[in-house]
């Protein structure tokens, strides 16, 4: 039965602050296999809750304030939204119609009902955008608007992290992040953010060339595909021979895998490892406690703004991110994908500040990749702002590596969507600069 009316007062959710502090459920660190410097930790006590009953998750310390998570749904919000509790598939069309048109809805029942939701959203979408010609407008226009819909489709989660329709996945970062509610609703695509972040921290990512697997915090940065730049990064140091007595920044670090690759390589180096985003400075130093890696400092910073007690350095190495951002994207401090593409004015910040962080002959690697030029989402690379540098750093050279088409798609809709992604190769590179 459909039924469309406005949720029930009674789950009404109080706004909260944000926790001082956290521990979510501690698992022994696994010892790795070949890094230096690892001081066994003591296991902590593991406090169970539904969503991590058949999983213990990996270690984390106290959260800090500053980490950045989704915002619940306001109650006025939550009131506006019609109830769907059930309804046949041509009654859920009609839903998906009317949050096309910007209705929000609250589903109460069935998580199939919002998951069928969004795929009549997906059929409405290219009825509606039938007219665009040009494939990438078309694409990105797509995925602007139905970003737009799942974020008017709520769910009510309960403080374990259960969903209240029946049959969607446990939420295990909701008794991470929000310690204190009682319940709380959250819009599809932070359900979905939250679910897959959790996977990929309770799994973990495996890289070959690591001796233990990373387990990124929710909103931080991973790729498992495409890895060739990070090769690319490997081969190019073994060339480069840096000493173990080098100070080397990883900026941009993410959840640390550079961080991990150079204390794997080069056991006495002196690493900082910086961000933009506190999940990942958080990220990166739970990771070092569950390895028991020392000599590592991680700082949050925007580029070198809060690095200046810390260099010169013999070597920077940055992977930025590889994408420009749409202007249409206004992401703000606390966005959770802030961060992952870049802002106009990146790179000239970037080369007119890099040179006073380098020592005088000290290195810096940009891990680039010609996707965004190859698809027409820029007409030259950003890193040509390097030119307006030139009197400080000097490009020795730019090493290339392909990445093979891959179809990185299991799910058949998403696979379409992309192809006009993926059909093409693109080429990762290594910008090698020196400080004159
Ligand atoms: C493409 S990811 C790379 C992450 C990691 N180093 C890796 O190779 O997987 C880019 C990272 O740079 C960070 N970032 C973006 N803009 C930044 C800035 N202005 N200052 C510091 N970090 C920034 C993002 O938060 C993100 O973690």
């Known amino acids: 039965m459909l039924c469309l009316k406005q949720p029930d007062k009674r789950h009404r959710v109080q706004p909260r602050a944000l926790p001082a502090s956290r521990s979510s459920g501690v698992q022994s660190p696994s010892k790795p296999r070949s890094l230096a410097k690892f001081k066994p930790r003591a296991p902590k006590a593991v406090r169970s809750s539904p969503a991590q009953k058949s999983k213990t998750p990996p270690f984390l310390p106290p959260l800090e304030p500053s980490i950045w998570k989704p915002v619940p749904v306001a109650q006025e919000e939550v009131d506006q939204a019609l ?5 046949s598939p ?9 949050v ?39 694409h990105r226009e797509r995925r602007r ?22 049959g969607g996945p446990p939420l295990g970062y909701v008794p991470v992040l929000y310690e204190d509610a009682a319940k709380l609703y959250f819009r599809a695509n932070d359900i979905t953010a939250l679910n897959v972040a959790w996977q990929f921290f309770l799994n973990g990512l495996e890289y070959s060339f690591l001796p233990n697997k990373l387990h990124p915090f929710f909103g931080v940065y991973f790729t498992l595909s495409p890895v060739e730049h990070f090769q690319l990064l490997r081969d190019w140091l073994e060339k480069l021979k840096p000493a173990n007595s080098w100070h080397v920044l990883d900026l941009g670090t993410g959840c640390g895998v550079i961080t991990f690759i150079l204390r794997s390589m080069y056991s ?26 020392q000599g590592v400092k991680v700082v949050q910073s925007d580029l070198f703004a809060k690095l200046e007690e810390e260099g010169p350095f013999d070597l920077i190495i940055f992977n930025p991110p590889w994408v420009p951002r749409a202007p249409e994207v206004q992401p703000s401090a606390g966005d959770v994908v802030f961060g992952n593409d870049y802002p106009a004015d ?3 910040r970037l080369f007119a500040e890099a040179p006073a962080a380098l020592r005088p002959g000290g290195h810096l690697a940009i891990l680039f990749s010609n996707y965004a030029e190859s698809r027409g989402l820029v007409s030259q690379s950003p890193l040509k702002a390097c030119e307006k540098a030139a009197d400080q750093l000097e490009l020795l050279e730019v090493h290339e590596r392909n990445v093979p088409v891959k179809d990185r798609s299991r799910h058949r809709q998403t696979r379409r969507d992309k192809a006009w992604a ?3 190769d693109h080429r990762v590179e290594l910008w090698h600069f020196v400080r004159r």
Do not use: Y
């Not at 041509?90 to 009317?98: F, M, N």
């Not at 009549?120 to 039938?130: F, G, I």
């Not at 961000?275 to 890696?293: H, I, K, M, T, Y």
């Open 83 to 87: 109830l769907v509790d059930g309804g």
């Open 145 to 166: 608007l139905l970003r737009n819909c799942a974020r008017r489709l709520f769910a009510e989660v309960s403080s374990s992290g259960e969903l209240q329709p029946a």
């Open 422 to 424: 993926f059909k093409q």
């Open 100 to 138: 096309w048109a910007g209705q929000s809805a609250c589903f109460t029942r069935r998580w199939k009902d919002l998951l069928e939701v969004r795929k009549a959203l997906n059929v409405v979408a290219t009825e509606h955008l039938a007219s665009l010609q040009d494939a990438a407008e078309a």
């Open 268 to 293: 006495d180096m002196t690493v900082t490892a910086s961000d933009l985003c506190p999940n990942a400075v958080f990220s990166v130093r739970a990771e070092l406690q569950r390895w028991g890696v």
């Open 346 to 348: 990146l790179f000239d």
């Open 90 to 98: 041509l009654e859920l069309r009609q839903i998906a119609e009317k």
